[in-house]
């Protein structure tokens, strides 16, 4: 596994998996004062209340992202709605609970958010891997 940071404000804590981030930029651009990529810690967990973190950590699109309360004994996520939105030059998001099936035939279960590519040159098909950035990928 890659490398994976935990930043914690005492009532919830963010994970961060490095290996899974597309650098979207909707963590900088929703939360500026917590997400800065170019210091270190890269996250000032104290910048914003808990309840912003966890909306803000809910819209990444690759999962990159996670969070969990610090008072929960079940760490898991709870369902969302399920809707897709269509970002522009960029992945196809699907918020929700989903069942992914590969072309393999093995299943696995994707929660909260996932970006799905749509250019084409992802090297971590279906998932987007940021690549369209780098391919100029309009659409």
């Known amino acids: 596994m890659g490398k994976t940071k935990e930043?914690?404000?005492?009532?919830?804590?963010?994970?961060?998996?490095?290996?899974?981030?597309?650098?979207?930029g909707i963590c900088v651009r929703g939360l500026p004062k917590v997400f800065q990529p170019k210091d270190r810690p890269?996250?000032?967990?104290?910048?914003?209340?808990?309840?912003?973190?966890?909306?803000?950590?809910?819209?990444?699109?690759?999962?990159?992202?996670?969070?969990?309360?610090?008072?929960?004994?079940?760490?898991?996520?709870e369902s969302l709605e399920t809707k897709i939105e269509v970002l522009e030059n960029g992945p196809l998001l699907v918020y929700g609970t989903l069942k992914v099936t590969h072309r393999d035939g093995s299943q696995e279960t994707k929660n909260k958010t996932?970006?799905?590519?749509?250019?084409?040159s992802s090297e971590n098909k279906?998932?987007?891997?940021?690549?369209?950035?780098?391919?100029e990928f309009k659409g």
């Open 7 to 24: 930043y914690t404000n005492g009532e919830t804590t963010i994970v961060w998996e490095a290996e899974k981030c597309i650098h979207s």
């Open 42 to 77: 890269w996250i000032k967990i104290d910048a914003a209340s808990t309840d912003d973190l966890v909306s803000q950590v809910k819209q990444c699109p690759s999962g990159a992202l996670s969070y969990y309360m610090n008072d929960e004994t079940d760490k898991t996520s």
């Open 114 to 120: 996932t970006a799905f590519c749509r250019c084409g």
């Open 126 to 135: 279906p998932y987007c891997d940021g690549t369209h950035v780098k391919e």
